[in-house]
């Protein structure tokens, strides 16, 4: 794996808090361009994995689940409406 010539930017390491070199970048704020990429694929199937698994699913749960309160909470009280 080949560093990439251009650093990342990190702020602990510019504030010297993870570095004692002078200029504040160490080895841990360079990336290679092979892991940059590989990040970023993870990165969009974990999107896409939101948007078109996790986030429908969750909705259909939330209204479903508030649906059934609604209808167990009718079917003890009664429908709405005045007295009959």
Do not use: N
């Not at 939101?50 to 003890?76: D, H, R």
Request: aromatic share 14%; with cysteine.
């Amino acid at each position: 794996m080949v560093a990439d010539a251009t650093p990342r930017f990190c702020p602990y390491e510019m504030q010297g808090l993870g570095s004692s070199q002078p200029h504040g970048w160490s080895l841990t704020t360079m990336i290679s361009d092979a892991g940059y990429k590989a990040d970023k694929g993870k990165e969009t199937r974990l999107f896409l994995f939101l948007v078109i698994c996790l986030f429908p699913l969750l909705s259909v749960a939330i209204v479903g689940g508030y649906g059934f309160l609604v209808w167990m909470y009718q079917l003890v009280v009664g429908p709405p409406g005045p007295p009959v």
